[in-house]
């Protein structure tokens, strides 16, 4: 994920697992929408550099960046992961969401995406500005709405736990 703002003016460039991939201008979005998909199916939604969300080939959340905060799932709950720095080694803080935590989290994501899917209906309030893909543009508008939709149908639910060092 981008973790810093230039880092993603570089994503259509270096996102190279991501493909197809494109960029977007909303006209409800001052910073571009992101989006790319890896072989495996996972697809991303970056808005602007901050929040990005990442989900599995079933539509569930994996890891999300916002407010400059990583998560990643643990199949019940979303850890948040903070990078804590000393004179011998850098470590990864892990604190897992409560209950409350992370049903405000996935409603705000919720919230986000359905006014994606509002505004992905109106070709006039979506323009691209550049995208790598093999097929049309309108075939790909569909695919990206079509995720949109499942995100939504799933917003609720967690992708398996992302494993991590021990």
Not at 32 to 48: A, C, D, I, Q, R
Not at 56 to 67: E, G
Not at 71 to 78: E, K
Request: contains cysteine; hydrophobic residues 35%; glycine residues 4%.
């Amino acid at each position: 994920m981008a973790l810093h703002e230039q880092d993603r003016e570089d994503l259509m460039r270096e996102a190279t697992a991501l493909f197809p991939r494109a960029e977007f201008q909303l006209k409800h979005l001052e910073e571009p929408l992101f989006w790319g998909e890896k072989k495996n199916g996972h697809f991303s939604f970056y808005f602007g550099s901050d929040p990005v969300y990442q989900f599995d080939q079933n539509a569930f959340l994996r890891r999300a960046y916002i407010n400059g905060q990583l998560y990643r799932t643990q199949g019940n709950t979303l850890a948040r992961l903070t990078k804590c720095h000393n004179s011998e080694e850098s470590v990864l803080l892990r604190y897992d969401l409560t209950e409350s935590e992370l049903t405000a989290c996935l409603q705000t994501m919720t919230q986000r995406f359905q006014v994606l899917d509002l505004v992905w209906q109106d070709p006039q309030k979506v323009q691209m500005v550049q995208s790598l893909a093999e097929c049309s543009d309108s075939e790909l508008h569909i695919l990206i709405h079509n995720q949109i939709r499942q995100i939504l149908q799933h917003s609720e639910q967690l992708a398996p736990r992302i494993r991590g060092k021990r």
